[in-house]
C-alpha cells in the first residue's frame, strides 16, 4: 500500500531523493515518517513530516543533510537526502502514523541507498 521508490548506489558526497505514494489510502491522513535499517542494525528513525507539512523532525546524523517533505496534492512524500555517507547505507521504509503517536501504522516494502566511500 505504501510503495517507496528512488534508492541506489551514490558516491559519497552524491545525492538522492526518496519517494513514497499509496495506493488505497490519503497520505495527508497521516505523520509520515522515514525509516532506516543498515545491515546487521536495528531500524533506525530518520525523518518525519507532520500531517500538514508544517513541521518536521530528523534524528541527529542526517540534520543539515536530509529534508523530508510532502506534496499531498499528489499523494507523495519526499525525502531528499545530500551530502550521503557510508554510513547512511541502509533499506529507507516509509511509514504513515494514523494517530501522531510515533507508532506507524503501515510500511512500504522499503528502498535500498547504497553510498561507496
Known amino acids: 500500500q505504501l510503495q517507496a521508490s528512488g534508492g541506489g548506489l551514490v558516491q559519497a558526497g552524491g545525492s538522492l531523493r526518496l519517494s513514497c505514494t499509496a495506493s488505497?489510502?490519503?497520505?495527508?491522513?497521516?505523520?509520515m515518517g522515514w525509516i532506516r535499517q543498515a545491515p546487521g542494525k536495528e531500524r533506525e528513525f530518520v525523518a518525519a513530516?507532520?500531517?500538514?507539512?508544517?513541521?518536521?523532525y530528523y534524528t541527529d546524523s542526517v540534520k543539515g543533510r536530509f529534508t523530508i517533505s510532502r506534496d499531498n496534492a499528489k499523494n507523495t512524500v519526499y525525502l531528499q537526502m545530500n551530502s550521503l555517507k557510508p554510513g547512511d547505507t541502509a533499506v529507507y521504509y516509509c511509514?504513515?502514523?494514523?494517530?501522531?503517536?510515533?507508532?506507524?501504522?503501515?510500511w512500504g516494502q522499503g528502498t535500498l541507498v547504497t553510498v561507496s566511500s
Open positions: 488505497g489510502r490519503t497520505l495527508s491522513d497521516y505523520v
Open positions: 513530516i507532520n500531517w500538514s507539512g508544517s513541521r518536521t
Open positions: 511509514a504513515a502514523d494514523s494517530r501522531g503517536n510515533w507508532l506507524y501504522d503501515y
